[in-house]
């Protein structure tokens, strides 16, 4: 295999989320498959709802500001220098609580939920601007997209709403 160089900035590589940026580092296609990495960044009240992967665990590093993550039901603050590793099968969410954006980098393994994004995201064309608001639209191919990528989403919509 060839070693991987990317470069944060690169076209086509960032995606609009539920409240978040994510810049992708390393795809499966580039590591073979092991993993996937990106680069998050968290802006005010962003995060996703509830969920779980049932195929790839999960490593968050916090390198700015703080996010608030619950993870089997426990919630703590991970901030800037904290990891949380998270094993596939186990409930998790994360928001960021505080008044500045926060960034972290998010590390699946194997790789593979990087398609989720692809087809559930929006692509960034100006990354100096805020996040879109997560409308229903959002919510509802989060939902639709998550058994094709094993990911199982913990919270009832209507309730929720």
């Known amino acids: ?7 944060f900035g690169q076209d086509g590589r960032s995606w609009w989320g539920p ?9 499966g296609e580039e590591s073979g498959g092991a993993m996937f990495a990106m680069d998050c960044l968290v802006g005010i009240g962003g995060g996703p709802p509830p969920h779980r992967h049932l195929a790839e665990d999960e490593l968050f590093t916090v390198y ?3 996010v608030e993550f619950t993870v089997a039901g426990k919630t703590s603050t ?3 220098g904290d990891s949380v590793f998270i094993p596939r099968e186990t409930p998790h969410s994360y928001r960021n609580e505080t008044d500045e954006p926060a960034r972290m980098l998010t590390i699946y393994a194997p790789a593979g939920m990087e398609g989720w994004f692809l087809e559930v995201c929006t692509p960034v064309d100006d990354p100096s601007k805020p996040p879109p608001p997560v409308t229903d639209e ?4 989060m939902l639709e997209a998550g058994p094709r990528y094993n990911v199982e989403w913990l919270f009832d919509l209507a309730a929720d709403a």
């Open 138 to 141: 959002l919510i509802q191919k």
């Open 19 to 27: 409240g978040d940026m994510y810049t992708f580092v390393v795809t």
């Open 78 to 80: 991970i901030a800037k």
């Open 1 to 7: 295999m060839d070693i991987v160089h990317t470069s």
């Open 64 to 66: 700015e500001g703080a």
